[in-house]
């Protein structure tokens, strides 16, 4: 028996507003799913990881934003392999004292 306003698909279930199925069709619930490989939950239950993947997708960006931030994150990766380069160099240790008689 039917209750009103509810309709029932093919299958049997119900397909209206209110189907129970609804929150895990709903666009929001799929963007944040988390797909595990193998059942190895350590390297996804990472916070910081899952608020990178989720923010970006979570509204709708033009293609030039998207340019944008691929080719900042782009020069920030660049940038920080410069100076992680020049740190290790500064911190050499075979190299001449810079300041004889300090």
């Not at 895990?24 to 910081?48: D, T, Y």
Request: proline residues 6%; hydrophobic residues 30%; charged residues 25%.
């Amino acid at each position: 028996m039917q209750g009103q306003g509810q309709k029932l698909s093919e299958d049997g279930m119900h397909s209206g507003k209110h189907s129970p199925e609804a929150p895990a069709k709903h666009l929001k619930f799929i963007a944040r799913a988390v797909m595990v490989q193998e059942g190895n939950m350590e390297g996804e239950q990472n916070p910081h990881h899952l608020t990178a993947v989720i923010k970006p997708r979570q509204y709708y960006e033009k293609p030039c934003d998207c340019h944008r931030q691929n080719s900042y994150e782009t020069c920030w990766r660049i940038h920080n392999m410069e100076m992680a380069r020049n740190i290790n160099f500064l911190m050499q240790k075979n190299r001449a004292d810079p300041r004889l008689g300090c």
